[in-house]
């Protein structure tokens, strides 16, 4: 028997949140089932919410896309939920309760090597962020489940979203890397929810033979 958390957040309050959701191929089962949970949760909670999805292949257009048919509604907040994400049902309740203007779940790359999508610094992109407890101020962290408040992209020029070379050239920076950074220069910050980091997961895929894993 599959059982689900409580949803804690209170009645009629005055949160309205845009999720949304760029996807690029098919989801899975266990991606659809958490985000009908959560609605479903929201819902039976009294909290207002919107879905949103994009179909495509460039996630910045994507991104931007997003944004603005969010930003056309009466939204408070704008829900970031990648498709390749598992998650519990009151995940957007614990990033409500954290009351800051970006605050996301920390969750590793789906792809070997396996390394957390928070950075403790704009200087160096290799210090990654692990777990923790409470909130944990952070420079940048992955755009796969993150709430940002409706200030914070009405402030911001567009585009929000824009994937770059490290100012070495040595590697891309990530559209969600540069949102971040943008939002810090303005000056907001930041945050990591420990209390998601060990309960989202990046959905990956792996391929198997007769004799075993070919990721191995």
């Not at 089932?33 to 910045?60: D, I, P, W």
């Not at 203007?101 to 610094?121: E, K, L, M, Q």
Request: aromatic share 10%; charged share 20%; hydrophobic share 35%.
């Amino acid at each position: 028997m599959v059982t689900t958390p409580s949803f804690y957040h209170k009645k009629n309050n005055s949160d309205n949140v845009a999720i949304c959701v760029p996807v690029r191929d098919n989801v899975t089962a266990v991606f659809a089932y958490s985000l009908a949970m959560l609605q479903r949760k929201c819902g039976e909670a009294g909290l207002a919410t919107s879905l949103h999805f994009n179909m495509g292949s460039e996630v910045t257009m994507q991104r931007q896309q997003l944004v603005s048919e969010a930003l056309e509604t009466n939204c408070t907040h704008i829900m970031w939920i990648d498709s390749d994400m598992k998650f519990p049902v009151n995940t957007l309740n614990i990033l409500l309760e954290a009351n800051k203007d970006i605050v996301a779940g920390n969750y590793s790359t789906r792809v070997p090597p396996h390394r957390p999508v928070a950075f403790r610094s704009k200087n160096n992109l290799d210090e990654r962020v692990f777990t923790g407890t409470g909130l944990e101020k952070v420079w940048a962290v992955g755009s796969g489940m993150m709430l940002v408040k409706r200030e914070v992209y009405e402030k911001l020029s567009s585009p929000f979203y824009k994937i770059e070379y490290s100012d070495d050239y040595s590697s891309l920076v990530g559209e969600d890397v540069y949102f971040c950074t943008k939002a810090n220069e303005a000056g907001y910050e930041v945050y990591v929810s420990h209390r998601l980091s060990d309960r989202i997961a990046h959905i990956g895929t792996r391929a198997f033979t007769v004799k075993g894993d070919c990721n191995d």
